[in-house]
Each structure stands twice: as C-alpha cells, then as structure tokens.
C-alpha cells in the first residue's frame, strides 16, 4: 500500500497564511527517519533548503500535474 501525505506548509495550495518558517524541514527530517517518500516543494533559497536536508525531490509548484505525479510516483526517502 502507497501512503501519501500532502503538506500544504506555506498555502501554496489554498488561500492560507503561512506556517512557522522551518516546519518544512521537520517534514523533511520526520519523513527520513520513518523512511517515508517526500517530495518537497519550494523555490530558492527554499529549494536549496529542502535538498540539503535531504529532499530528492522538490517541485516548485504542483502546477504541472504530469511533473507532479512523476514525482509523487518515484518519491524516496529524505537522505541527510
């Protein structure tokens, strides 16, 4: 069974305030220790972010859904 969990972190995908700063690299760090896929969404200095801690993943947006699943699809773990 495939287990997804979608972090909407920083209202990317609704109409939201943004959430404390650093929570998506707790994301990050909590998917690799319970090995779980992640992939991490952000630009710049977040992307930047996101793959030192780890991510092997990480979109920009989900606004190209073929992109989107490919990633969802070959997600792996965070590897710090």
Known sequence: M???AIFDLD???TDT???DGECY???ASAAA???LPFVGVGR???A???RAAGALAVLGDF???AETMEAIASAEPPRP
Do not use: K
Request: charged fraction near 30%; aromatic fraction near 0%; proline fraction near 0%.
């Open 33 to 35: 220790a319970l090995r």
């Open 48 to 50: 930047d972010r996101l």
């Open 11 to 13: 209202g990317t995908l």
């Open 25 to 27: 690299l707790e994301a």
């Open 63 to 65: 606004a190209d859904l």
């Open 44 to 46: 710049g200095a977040r």
């Open 17 to 19: 305030n943004a959430v």
């Open 2 to 4: 495939t287990r997804l």
